[in-house]
């Protein structure tokens, strides 16, 4: 087992570090932003519900279109959650940050889109009107609206905003919620038009288009890109002011640059056709031209965003004085998905399915624990004992289980494998490059038995209004301690009516044995 | 600590309804007081020191051990450290009510508005409204571009409506015809000498637009009068390709009957937006006049 967490030595000291346990409601009457989001939430709902009611007169053709643009929507959904990999937005901001997206901002950016057009088309040339028009009507008034749903929220609720992902996540989410309404009114549009009437192959071909060949770089890019850049403006405060605002300018041009290209009729030589309509393969192609540059950029930035993460992790975690709360394998293990992943696999190699299910859940109890040391601001705290005891039972569960073979020729990390899996006194280190030890040898502990007491498996409990416990078998000396109810302890040994136990931490006291709870 | 109940006198009582307690579910006694057992690890100076080779030390293991009793043990468990910080069992912190932590401070309970976020909220509400309420309002006061009275053929105007211009370089042509445009929709207007009626010119219209576009489909055909001329019209929607662009636009056909002349209007819009331009439609079909 690694020695206890060290502070990060690049940790900023004038920057303290972010209170992601300081989780807040949406509701906040006291902020004017929220009834701004209210009353701005009722005229975009009345909108949207009257556009519903017109495409309801294609009902299969509108139940399909739902049905598709969920199934592309509910990953996404997930996706951008997941991402944010330590502190997790509320569920509520996050569907705040949908109804903005698609109730909101196409409510309003419908309206104001013909109105801006046709602006366009009395003060400009009527063919820089039809050719330019979507690419210069279109980012200017849907990605205002949409970065105003960004610090609408924002200032609803600042503490939310602790990194530059939670501008990448509201972002994703308004986004999404854009596009999937108007997705929804393209399909509709379609089978009306192909179709004439309620039917469901235009709504797939288009979907086929807008999703499948253009989804990755839609307004989820768009506004996930503003939206880092906002939140860096807003949480950055080391940073310089114009150094701050430069890099909101910078996310902002990128993002509405992302949809000015894709509205342009730049490259539309990939949608070519001496007969008929452009195959999905040249949608795709195009796509991927138009798009993919854009979508590099937001894969590095969420990168650079997730290490930030990961710092103010470390940063959170430091000093925590017992290694089997956190090590800094484990804190590595969880700077990415994929890292996250790895572990849990290394250890279902090592330990069966139990084993990758136990890391997972010692993996969110490690997040979990990091939340809550945030909130609290400090490492004394009866809320970080019960988070450091859940740790440890589950790490004491995880190293419970029995090993099992490890497939032939496989080679698992070990900066994976031992955090999750190892007692600490059981394995020894190797390098990364050294493949795993036989399992049964691995287990085998090796320290001497005074000095390493058997794996810590609860076997009873304190049973309810607690017991007393005495440093000897002795009644006439007075407890040391009362012992609260339910507190898992192991019998290590019984001496008449007296058993003398251990708790998980290594606490060893006498208590009658008879009042004990078999834990079953 | 001191108000810590004794233990139960009644030891034969069973506990054992809380044997299925789950090891990943902790209970709630671990948000009070925490003794050492559980106590985070750093804090070694209140850890009981002793080991298991001291207690063995203390225990004979011939003699019969003594029975705890703990109700019976006179001594009440001595006072536990508690860490700073950390509030005795039952209380918490600072003394208060347990229902104390509940009320926030007398300022939170207040209904009046976070003035402090008040002028960034107007300003988020004023972009809003400049791109939506000022686009609509900008777009109503600007004066649109017309191309006036226009000249179709055959002794044959029309008046265009305010915002349509001509896209078809004045007619420079010498065809048949004239072509007008707005932002996002395309007005095409021919007159031809015809001796039909509407309806017929309207199905000549439609084989000619099915024979240009990709796909299209027709919508049932209305007939009527427009400024006392018979008028027959039928909406489409069509799929059109070409060497560089495709997409799928609504549209219009009207055939109007004057004065032995057949004249076709074909409007056609981008997909979506031909509702915005039904009303200057209707205006320059009243507005044809046939001079001699």
């Known amino acids: 087992m690694s020695a206890a967490v060290a502070a990060p030595a690049s940790t900023d000291p004038v920057a303290p570090p972010p209170r992601w346990g300081v989780q807040a409601s949406l509701i906040q009457p006291r902020q004017p932003a929220f009834w701004l989001f209210l009353v701005l939430l009722g005229i975009g709902g009345y909108l949207f519900l009257d556009e519903q009611s017109t495409m309801s007169q294609l009902p299969t053709a509108l139940t399909m279109s739902w049905a598709l643009v969920l199934i592309y929507a509910v990953p996404v959904a997930l996706i951008v959650y997941r991402l944010d990999l330590f502190e997790r937005e509320p569920k509520l901001m996050l569907a705040a940050a949908l109804l903005w997206g698609g109730v909101i901002a196409t409510s309003l950016a419908a309206q104001a889109n013909g109105a801006w057009l046709s602006i366009m088309g009395k003060t400009l040339p009527l063919d820089v009107t039809a050719n330019w028009g979507p690419a210069i009507v279109g980012p200017g008034v849907e990605e205002t609206l949409k970065l105003m749903g960004v610090i609408t929220l924002f200032l609803i609720v600042p503490d939310e905003f602790d990194g530059v992902m939670d501008g990448f996540v509201y972002g994703a989410m308004v986004g999404l919620g854009f596009t999937v309404v108007e997705d929804v009114s393209y399909f509709i549009t379609a089978s009306a038009a192909f179709g004439g009437g309620d039917a469901t192959g235009p709504v797939v071909d288009t979907f086929l288009i807008r999703v499948v060949a253009g989804g990755m770089y839609s307004h989820v890019l768009f506004t996930a890109v503003t939206g880092m850049g906002f939140a860096y403006f807003v949480t950055q405060r080391k940073a310089g002011f114009s150094r701050r605002v430069l890099g909101f300018a910078a996310c902002v041009v990128a993002g509405v640059s992302a949809h000015v290209v894709w509205n342009s009729p730049w490259m539309q030589s990939f949608l070519a056709t001496t007969s008929g309509r452009p195959s999905t393969l040249q949608w795709i192609e195009y796509g991927l031209v138009k798009g993919m540059p854009f979508f590099v950029l937001l894969v590095v930035l969420v990168v650079l965003a997730t290490r930030s993460e990961e710092k103010n992790f470390r940063s959170i975690v430091a000093g925590e004085p017992d290694p089997q709360v956190i090590t800094e394998p484990e804190i590595t293990s969880l700077g990415s998905l994929l890292s996250r992943r790895s572990a849990r696999t290394a250890a279902g190699r090592l330990r069966g399915p139990m084993g990758s299910r136990l890391t997972g859940q010692l993996q969110a109890a490690q997040i979990d624990y990091a939340i809550i040391r945030s909130r609290v601001g400090t490492s004394i705290d009866p809320a970080m004992d019960a988070q450091r005891l859940k740790i440890r039972g589950i790490r004491s569960q995880l190293e419970a289980l029995p090993l099992v073979a490890a497939p032939m020729g496989s080679s698992l990390p070990y900066a994976v494998t031992v955090p999750y899996g190892a007692t600490g006194t059981a394995v020894a280190v190797a390098s990364a490059a050294e493949t795993l030890p036989e399992p049964v040898a691995a287990a085998v502990p090796v320290a001497a038995p005074q000095e390493v007491p058997p794996a810590w498996v609860p076997t009873h409990l304190v049973p309810p209004s607690g017991m007393a416990a005495w440093d000897a078998p002795d009644p006439s000396r007075p407890p040391m301690v009362n012992l609260p109810e339910r507190l898992e302890l192991m019998v290590e040994s019984r001496a008449g009516a007296w058993a003398l136990v251990r708790a998980i931490n290594g606490w060893r006291g006498w208590v009658d044995g008879r009042r004990l709870v078999d834990r079953g | ?292």
């Open chain 2, 1 to 292: 600590m001191s108000s810590l109940p004794p233990d139960a006198s009644d030891t034969s009582q069973s506990d054992a309804e809380d044997g299925s307690t789950d090891s990943t579910e902790f209970p709630r006694w671990a948000a009070p007081a925490v003794p050492p057992p559980w106590t985070g690890m750093g804090e070694a100076a209140k850890v009981p020191t002793f080991g298991v080779s001291d207690i063995r030390a203390e225990v004979e293991p011939a003699a019969a051990p003594a029975q705890p009793e703990p109700a019976a043990t006179p001594a009440q468990p001595t006072a536990v450290e508690i860490p700073p910080g950390q509030a005795p069992y039952g209380q918490a912190p600072n003394g208060q009510a347990p229902w104390a932590a509940m009320a926030g401070p007398a300022e939170d309970r207040q209904p009046s508005l976070d003035r402090r976020r008040l002028m960034p909220t107007v300003a988020v509400a004023c972009i809003v409204a400049a791109v939506v309420l000022g686009g609509l309002g900008l777009d109503k006061v600007l004066a649109a571009p017309s191309a006036g009275k226009v000249a179709v053929g055959n002794h044959v105007t029309i008046v265009a409506a305010p915002g349509w211009v001509r896209a078809d370089e004045g007619g420079a042509n010498g065809s048949a015809g004239v072509t007008l445009q707005q932002a996002n929709a395309q007005l095409s207007v021919q007159a031809l000498s015809y001796g039909g009626s509407a309806s017929a010119a309207l199905s000549d219209l439609e084989s000619s637009v099915s024979s240009e576009a990709d796909q299209v489909s027709f919508g049932d055909e209305q007939d009527g009068t427009i400024s006392g001329r018979k008028v027959a019209m039928a909406g489409f929607e069509a799929v059109v390709s070409g060497s560089s662009s495709s997409g799928t636009v609504d549209g219009e056909l009207i055939c109007m009957i004057a004065s032995g002349n057949a004249v076709v209007f074909e409007v056609v819009a981008a997909q979506g937006d031909l509702g915005t331009v039904v009303d200057d439609v209707k205006a320059m079909v009243s507005s044809v006049e046939v001079g001699q």
